[in-house]
Each structure stands twice: as structure tokens, then as C-alpha cells.
T-cell receptor, first 117, second 113 residues
Framework: GAVVSQHPSRVICKSGTSVKIECRSLDFQATTMFWYRQFPKQSLMLMATSNEGSKATYEQGVEKDKFLINHASLTLSTLTVTSAHPEDSSFYIC?????????????FGPGTRLLVL | DAKTTQPTSMDCAEGRAANLPCNHSTISGNEYVYWYRQIHSQGPQYIIHGLKNNETNEMASLIITEDRKSSTLILPHATLRDTAVYYCIPSNAGGTSYGKLTFGQGTILTVHP
């Protein structure tokens, strides 16, 4: 168990458009979901933390109006990159913690590669 | 968050044990030690975690020193598919920080034939 999926796996879009990335926990209910970003040859950087039904908490330096997070259910969170620009091109990865487990281990999705032209 | 020190890279022969060290001397009493790995172009994969005692699962063993200032991840019989970046991450899982994971640079493990 503890499978997390992401869709799409890769996306290419034009500068100025918006892109939505879905993150789903397939076989468990997720207490909390996290969104990370990874640039080439760098480590993962946490962007935001979200809980179902409440507003996401963004890390310092991450624009909440640019990276919209919706956590509508215990199995689905979405990240929308609004007015994407080439510098937003990156590998976006989500993770989820399994409800009811202590400690709350994070399980990661396979990632979404975004290329903004 | 506790800071960690890991070797930048390590090599291991296929079939041999891979022992990956991690120093986390500033770890606090309620922080678990988590190990993840990231194979190229994939999301991180959970391996194992521990608090005080040594742990073993189907993937690996985790040895934590008595003072908790360091740990070693052991892959008992490394295969080529174990080539990845391995991250050691102390985390206050489930606490007020919502179990945030701070990824460092990790150790690049290369398993060769």
C-alpha cells in the first residue's frame, strides 16, 4: 500500500498559460499532502503543505497566488501553476502522509516534469 | 531542523552490502531518522525510519548509534537497481511542523557489476 500518483507525468506549455497537476493517494486517505519542486542537479525543495479542506501553508519565497493549491478531498490535491514562465520549468513532486499512522511517513508520487516554452 | 552530513558519493559492487553513513549530531529527542532514495527522474522512495532502536524491513536495515548522533543504512545485497541518491533526513513526523522533510544533497550510490 501507500501508492501516490501524479498526472500528468510531463507537460509542455506556452509562457503565460496555466498548468494543473493532480496528486492522488490511491490506496489510503492522506492526512496531509506536500508539494516539492526540484531543479536540475538540485535537491527537492518544499513549496507548500496542505490539509484537506483548509488553506495551504506556503514556504518562504513561494508565491501563493502563483502556485494555487486545492486539497478538496482526502485523496486528491492539485497544484496550479498560473501564468507559467520558463523559470517555472521544473520537476514537481507531491507526497502524502497516511492518516492514522504514527509517525506520519511521507509517500511520494512519481513527479511531473513541466517545461514552459 | 537537524543538519545532516553524508558522503557525496559511494561505490558498491553488485551483491555486496552497501553501508551508507549519516551524521545528525544536532538531532532532537523527538525527531525520527528517515531514509529515502531517489532514482534518476523519479519521485523519492521511502526506505526505512527509526527513532532509537535498530530497524529492519524488506529493503534495508537501519543502525542508529546509542547517542543518536549518527546512523547507517545497510542494503544487504546491493543490485544495479539500487543506484540512486540516498537521503538521510531527521524529521519531527506528525508534530506541529507536519512532519516536514528537508532534503540535503544526499549520497550518490553507484552499484557496479
Amino acid at each position: 500500500g501507500a501508492v501516490v500518483s501524479q498526472h500528468p507525468s510531463r507537460v509542455i506549455c506556452k509562457s503565460g498559460t496555466s498548468v494543473k497537476i493532480e496528486c492522488r493517494s490511491l490506496d489510503f486517505q492522506a492526512t496531509t499532502m506536500f508539494w516539492y519542486r526540484q531543479f536540475p542537479k538540485q535537491s527537492l525543495m518544499l513549496m507548500a503543505t496542505s490539509n484537506e479542506g483548509s488553506k495551504a501553508t506556503y514556504e518562504q519565497g513561494v508565491e501563493k497566488d502563483k502556485f494555487l493549491i486545492n486539497h478538496a478531498s482526502l485523496t486528491l490535491s492539485t497544484l496550479t501553476v498560473t501564468s507559467a514562465h520558463p523559470e517555472d520549468s521544473s520537476f514537481y513532486i507531491c507526497s502524502a502522509t497516511r492518516q492514522g499512522l504514527n509517525p506520519e511517513t511521507q509517500y511520494f508520487g512519481p513527479g511531473t516534469r513541466l517545461l514552459v516554452l | 531542523d537537524a543538519k545532516t552530513t553524508q558522503p557525496t558519493s559511494m561505490d558498491c559492487a553488485e551483491g555486496r552490502a552497501a553501508n551508507l553513513p549519516c551524521n545528525h549530531s544536532t538531532i532532537s529527542g523527538n525527531e525520527y531518522v528517515y531514509w529515502y532514495r531517489q532514482i534518476h527522474s523519479q519521485g523519492p522512495q521511502y526506505i526505512i525510519h527509526g527513532l532509537k532502536n535498530n530497524e529492519t524491513n524488506e529493503m534495508a536495515s537501519l543502525i542508529i548509534t546509542e547517542d543518536r548522533k549518527s546512523s547507517t543504512l545497510i542494503l544487504p545485497h546491493a543490485t544495479l537497481r539500487d543506484t540512486a541518491v540516498y537521503y538521510c533526513i531527521p524529521s519531527n513526523a506528525g508534530g506541529t511542523s507536519y512532519g516536514k522533510l528537508t532534503f540535503g544533497q544526499g549520497t550518490i550510490l553507484t552499484v557496479h557489476p
